[in-house]
């Protein structure tokens, strides 16, 4: 008995590969050169580019300055990964699709020292179409909140005219601190801090903390 082949099977066959398919490979492609490689070591923060397994394929210089602290709390082989086992269950979550949260994942993480501190974020690219292709399909950014330097900061204020308090508060959240937290290292009255942050996510349209961190993040980068 013989069953044809629907027609739609091979109208899709002789049809031109789909934009969407040859947008991700060129992206793939993208991050595969040299060129893109060289334009990422320029940056300031420290940048991984992970393979399907998480194993890491490219790392920039500033990656090896993180490496020499006394307490990483990542490991770069045989795969990358997270020491502490809340960020390892949420990065396992992300890679794995069960994070439920759109959009990049974004965690602080924590050393022994106070001003041991990094901000991780990871953007998930398309899996490559392109069969035995050890594409890049992880960009991890890291980025020290601590090292901020001065100007980008008083650009920071002076962009969204925040008071010496209200950035004081926002660079407070960037080294990683809770509103309770700046509440007593700075004497602050829980009211008056509530109010302060009110005020901070009016002058920069922001709702959450999340929110306003990833904010700070864009601009205090160098």
């Known amino acids: 008995m013989y069953i044809s082949t629907p027609p739609f099977e091979f109208e899709r066959r002789d049809q031109p590969r789909r934009s969407a398919d040859r947008e991700e490979d060129h992206l793939h492609k993208t991050f595969s050169t040299p060129h893109c490689h060289a334009c990422l070591k320029r940056m300031a923060d420290g940048?991984?580019?992970?393979?399907?397994?998480?194993?890491?394929?490219?790392?920039?210089?500033?990656?090896?300055?993180?490496?020499?602290?006394?307490?990483?709390?990542?490991?770069?082989?045989?795969?990358?990964?997270?020491?502490?086992?809340?960020?390892?269950?949420?990065?396992?979550?992300?890679?794995?699709?069960?994070?439920?949260?759109n959009g990049p994942l974004r965690q602080l993480l924590e050393g022994q020292a106070v001003d041991d501190l990094l901000l991780l974020n990871c953007v998930q690219f398309p899996t490559s179409t392109e069969p035995k292709c050890r594409a890049a399909r992880y960009m991890i950014i890291m980025f020290e909140p601590n090292h901020c330097p001065s100007q980008q900061w008083l650009f920071f204020k002076k962009q969204f005219n925040l008071t010496p308090a209200e950035a004081r508060l926002c660079r407070s959240f960037a080294d990683g601190l809770t509103l309770n937290d700046y509440c007593e290292k700075w004497k602050v009255a829980p009211s008056t801090a509530r109010s302060q942050l009110h005020i901070v996510f009016g002058k920069t349209s922001t709702r959450r903390q999340s929110d306003l961190l990833r904010l700070i993040f864009l601009f205090s980068r160098n």
């Open 47 to 101: 940048v991984l580019l992970l393979d399907n397994e998480t194993r890491v394929i490219f790392a920039t210089p500033q990656i090896n300055q993180i490496m020499k602290r006394q307490d990483v709390p990542f490991t770069l082989s045989p795969k990358f990964s997270l020491h502490p086992p809340q960020h390892a269950a949420k990065f396992a979550a992300f890679v794995n699709g069960k994070d439920c949260e």
